[in-house]
């Protein structure tokens, strides 16, 4: 199977998004290898989506939370509330808060993420065989198109992946993540 | 913040929800500003994108929690709380404004043809603009610039599969619109993107963005 420049054009972001059937996939990686213009296309594109996926790209202005929760205030919580009650919505905030960082420690240390924008990658499987590319800071499943340096890439377990700080992908983790 | 970051959804994070929900139901309002903490910037952003005004997104912000607590009960758990929450957001946007812009002429690209083919007119080598590069905020303007230039059906469909992302089918389903329609807009917002923020770039495009005169952000 042969493909066109306009026909990758028409099947770049499926292809990212991994919706594309092998025979095609194939055949469009066959074209990146010959084709610098489509390759222009796939790196841009792929770099347009990183970039706009972070979470530094999410800015409020100033003063928003405080805002937004006296709004919240105004409309959610009786307008008179009692010392106690302040009392025991502290304690319940410090209790889930605990239980919560409890939760995460408990199944897998992070020891230094490469990325501090990493999702929690608790429901990774451990033993799932995972990519890394060296110099990376994500995990994939192989074969993923967010990979990057395809030169030099190790298969190991999503645990080691982890214990060395690497973050999840989001795009290819994805079902774990919200599992 | 830290816990912005990582209570994100993972299993853990999710199975706190599920509690604080159902407490939240049970008569423990307060526990409400624990829910939502993680997803305030989220909501806001994908207000902003539809809106593009912060008076009229932050406003839209606070009504959207606002609702989500009245219809706390209608939550399903078969989705995420961050979807509902963002579903809510975009309806509430769109409502916004179609009231309020109603006379507002939408930009030129939302008048291309959806199905006819895109093709791409620049192909300079795109040198990747490494994610570090977002801590200076004349490039997550130049970013925010570009993508408010898109017309309103790409950049709804962009925010919420690339920004907020939400899966094609939930996207489709938060905008009413079919999966293949998701697919096709994705395509075109992207490669949209790409081309404006293309460097080495001297067309049109760049000169709206101030790019101009090869001094790049990056
Ligand atoms: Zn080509
Ligand atoms: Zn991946």
């Keep these: 199977m042969v493909v066109t420049c306009e026909e990758v054009w028409r099947e770049v972001s499926n292809y990212l998004e991994g919706e594309v059937d092998p025979t095609l996939r194939a055949a469009m990686e066959e074209h990146f290898r010959g084709c610098k213009r489509c390759t222009a296309v796939l790196d841009g594109t792929r770099n347009v989506i990183q970039l706009y996926g972070d979470e530094r790209m999410f800015e409020v202005p100033l003063g928003f939370s405080h805002r937004l929760h006296r709004r919240l205030e105004e409309n959610i919580v009786p307008a008179r509330r009692t010392f106690l009650g302040w009392m025991v919505a502290a304690a319940a905030a410090v209790l889930v808060a605990g239980g919560f960082e409890v939760a995460r420690s408990s199944v897998f240390s992070h020891p230094e993420l490469r990325t501090e924008h990493a999702e929690s990658s608790s429901g990774v499987p451990p033993d799932l065989m995972v990519v890394v590319a060296t110099d990376g800071k994500t995990f994939h499943i192989p074969g993923c198109p967010f990979i990057h340096d395809k030169a030099r890439l190790r298969t190991i377990a999503a645990r080691e992946a982890m214990q060395e700080g690497y973050a999840p992908c989001v795009r290819c983790m994805r079902k774990y993540l919200n599992a | ?218």
């Design chain 2, 1 to 218: 913040m830290p816990e912005e970051r990582t209570a994100l959804e993972g299993p853990a994070a999710q199975f706190n929800e599920e509690v604080l929900i159902r407490r939240i139901r049970d008569g423990e309002r307060e526990l409400f500003y624990e829910l939502i903490r993680p997803y305030e910037r989220r909501v806001f952003a994908a207000a902003f994108a539809i809106l593009r005004n912060e008076a009229d997104a932050e406003d839209t912000a606070q009504e959207a929690m606002l609702k989500a607590f009245k219809h706390i009960r209608q939550f399903r758990a078969e989705s995420r709380f961050s979807t509902w929450l963002i579903q809510i957001t975009v309806n509430e946007a769109r409502m916004r404004r179609r009231k309020e812009h109603a006379n507002i002429i939408e930009p030129i690209v939302d008048r291309q043809d959806e199905e006819g083919n895109y093709t791409p007119r620049d192909f300079a080598d795109w040198r990747e603009i490494p994610l570090e590069t977002l801590e200076r905020k004349e490039v997550r303007q130049k970013l925010a610039e570009a993508l408010a230039s898109l017309g309103e059906k790409y950049r709804e469909v962009f925010v919420l599969r690339d920004m907020q992302q939400l899966s094609i089918e939930e996207t489709a389903k938060a905008l009413g619109i079919s999966a293949a329609s998701v697919k096709t807009r994705l395509l075109r917002a992207r490669l949209m993107l790409r081309e404006l923020l293309a460097p080495g770039l001297g067309g049109n495009w760049s000169s709206r963005l101030s790019l101009a005169k090869g001094v790049k952000p990056w």
